[in-house]
T-cell receptor, first 113, second 112 residues
Framework: TQLLEQSPQFLSIQEGENLTVYCNSS?????LQWYRQEPGEGPVLLVT?????EVKKLKRLTFQFGDARKDSSLHITAAQPGDTGLYLC?????????????FGKGTHLIIQP | DAGITQSPRHKVTETGTPVTLRCHQT?????MYWYRQDPGHGLRLIHY???????DKGEVSDGYSVSRSKTEDFLLTLESATSSQTSVYFC???????????FGPGTRLTVT
């Protein structure tokens, strides 16, 4: 069974600060995705990383896939209250099957004004 | 946004009652998934489908069955609901080699 460990589980910071969320595994993934979920809604896809070492930027969010494709990080610069939410990482198995994604348990992020 | 709807959005039912949740997509995506989300456990895969009438079990399939008779519809059935099946259920769709998934709004099910 593939596992994805996310850290921290909870993070509360002030508006304007920077933060990094980590997603780690002992397994290799063919791709890794980050989702953001707000209360009462389904997760929304933010980004997919496929290549080891890949870095993608989405405005103030920077996503990195580890060289060995076992881990990933999400860095937010100058956090805003609108960034508040549950951030989930999810990995697709390297076997390429259609059997869904392995999800981390998520990081609850609160940005205080 | 991907065209995915789930019905009902909320349901309260009694232990031992059969329950069917519906997921409907307008994207013509090949793959469909049912997850449950619980505090402390995150999202866990119940069943998935890789085509019409082609389904398979996920991590937590006991007590659940699924059917997919049309590309656009994926049904999740709890044959005899138990309190441990109280959860939020999400449907997702995908049509990508990297398995990018798009989620529905969820169904909150309470079994009393």
């Amino acid at each position: 069974t593939q596992l994805l460990e996310q850290s921290p589980q909870f993070l509360s910071i002030q508006e304007g600060e920077n933060l990094t969320v980590y997603c780690n595994s002992s397994s290799v993934f063919s791709s890794l995705q980050w989702y953001r979920q707000e209360p009462g809604e389904g997760p929304v896809l933010l980004v997919t990383v496929v290549t080891g070492g890949e870095v993608k930027k989405l405005k103030r969010l920077t996503f990195q896939f580890g060289d060995a494709r076992k881990d990933s990080s999400l860095h937010i610069t100058a956090a805003q209250p609108g960034d508040t939410g549950l951030y989930l990482c999810a990995g697709a198995s390297s076997g390429g099957g259609a059997d869904g994604l392995t999800f981390g348990k998520g990081t609850h992020l609160i940005i205080q004004p | 946004d991907a065209g995915i709807t789930q019905s009902p959005r909320h349901k309260v039912t009694e232990t031992g009652t059969p329950v069917t949740l519906r997921c409907h997509q307008t994207e013509n995506h090949r793959y469909m998934y049912w997850y449950r989300q619980d505090p402390g456990h995150g999202l866990r895969l119940i069943h998935y489908s890789y085509g019409v009438k082609d389904t398979d079990k996920g991590e937590v399939s006991d007590g659940y069955s699924v059917s997919r008779s049309k590309t656009e519809d994926f049904l999740l059935t709890l044959e005899s609901a138990t309190s441990s099946q109280t959860s939020v259920y999400f449907c997702a769709i995908s049509d990508s080699q990297v398995h990018e998934q798009y989620f529905g709004p969820g169904t909150r099910l309470t079994v009393t």
